[in-house]
T-cell receptor, first 115, second 117 residues
Framework: NAGVTQTPKFRILKIGQSMTLQCTQDMNHNYMYWYRQDPGMGLKLIYYSVGAGITDKGEVPNGYNVSRSTTEDFPLRLELAAPSQTSVYFC??????????????FGNGTRLTVT | AQKVTQAQTEISVVEKEDVTLDCVYETRDTTYYLFWYKQPPSGELVFLIRRNSFDEQNEISGRYSWNFQKSTSSFNFTITASQVVDSAVYFCALSEAWTGGGNKLTFGTGTQLKVEL
């Protein structure tokens, strides 16, 4: 049981490039989330999904896109990378039972630098 | 909108001292959950505890204890006899009830705890 797995761990992008951050979970959790963490700040919600085929915006969705074709996978897409997207990105999941009160299980994060 | 404030940016203590991390929250809901997460230097986020708005009982788990007070909208976290391994950033987070399912957390900015020998 690997939990939540994120790849890559580190990435450097040039301005304007695009990339996909991968996230997969093997806990059969319905809910999945993407957060970003900037230095000295808490985590902010980018997008979330309540199940396959259903996604919605969080607090800071601009510049990102997501899809959820399977229960396990929730990739985050950056189309035109900007320096403001330099951050650490965390994927998380939680289970249906208990609904909104279930603790989130986090991946180990992806450190992205845009120069 | 909900808000979580962790006014202490950084705390330094000597090993074996007790330390309390403060968390103050704002919400209009009467039903909500509060969480504490730990982020050690390795970077992962580790779930420590959750508490619902209907349960103001304080909790103790080993060297950790939590004090939830609705009257002051606070959910403080105390480490007794701190150890070097407790050095980490600690985040307080709030989740409000919503019908869509899942758990959208609002995080505080974190408190960096440094425990020195």
């Amino acid at each position: 049981n690997a939990g939540v797995t994120q790849t890559p761990k580190f990435r450097i992008l040039k301005i304007g490039q695009s990339m996909t951050l991968q996230c997969t979970q093997d806990m059969n959790h319905n809910y999945m989330y993407w957060y970003r963490q900037d230095p000295g700040m808490g985590l902010k919600l980018i997008y979330y999904s309540v199940g396959a085929g259903i996604t919605d915006k969080g607090e800071v969705p601009n510049g990102y896109n997501v899809s959820r074709s399977t229960t396990e996978d929730f990739p985050l897409r950056l189309e035109l990378a900007a320096p403001s997207q330099t951050s650490v990105y965390f994927c998380a999941s939680s289970k249906r039972q208990g609904g909104w009160d279930s603790p989130l299980h986090f991946g180990n994060g992806t450190r992205l630098t845009v120069t | 909108a909900q808000k979580v404030t962790q006014a202490q940016t950084e705390i330094s203590v000597v090993e074996k001292e007790d330390v309390t991390l403060d968390c103050v929250y704002e919400t209009r809901d009467t039903t909500y959950y509060l969480f504490w997460y730990k982020q050690p230097p390795s970077g992962e986020l580790v779930f420590l505890i959750r508490r619902n708005s209907f349960d103001e009982q304080n909790e103790i788990s080993g060297r950790y204890s939590w004090n939830f007070q609705k009257s002051t909208s606070s959910f403080n976290f105390t480490i007794t006899a701190s150890q070097v391994v407790d050095s980490a950033v600690y985040f307080c987070a709030l989740s409000e009830a919503w019908t869509g399912g899942g758990n959208k957390l609002t995080f505080g900015t974190g408190t960096q705890l440094k425990v020195e020998l």
